[in-house]
């Protein structure tokens, strides 16, 4: 949860509260720590999870291409997003844009049903609907991501 200050803290980022939380969810959690404070997300990434080479992937997915998830964010949402919700955004449109190992339609439910831990209902309506969005535009996406300057592609 994001605090007063904007800042998410670094318990919540830790996840040591959780019993077996959604891969998704931390990667989230740590792409929104880092988005927040600019510490440099490998050092967040947890050591004993089954699932740290998902993890790994995501985070330093997104960090790699965070020019083109931005631009497809921008493509698809008129506001800037709160940093929790960007994050999910994030998540969501690296496994449906960029990954090959996971399914599009799983990657944008895996990622909302992540997110309901996390988010309030109006905001996880917006992740979905985004989400949704950009699997039916995504070839319109794709053919103009052609366009673009090479930093973005």
Known sequence: MVSATGKIPRDTVSLMNDKTPS??????????????????PDRM??????????????????????????WIIDTLV?????????????????Q????????????????????????DPARIRFLNGVLRNSLRKEDAIRDTLWDQSLGIQ
């Open 23 to 40: 891969p998704r969810r931390t990667c989230a959690r740590i792409i929104a720590h880092w988005l927040t404070t600019q510490d440099f």
């Open 45 to 70: 990434l947890p050591n004993d999870s089954k699932d740290r080479a998902f993890i790994q992937e995501v985070v330093y997915g997104v960090t790699r291409w965070m020019r083109l998830l931005e």
């Open 78 to 94: 008129n506001r800037e997003p709160d940093p929790q919700s960007k994050a999910y955004l994030l998540v969501g449109l690296y």
């Open 96 to 119: 449906i844009f960029i990954m090959d190992s996971v399914p599009e339609h799983a990657a944008a439910n895996e990622t909302v049903e992540a997110a309901k831990a996390d988010l």
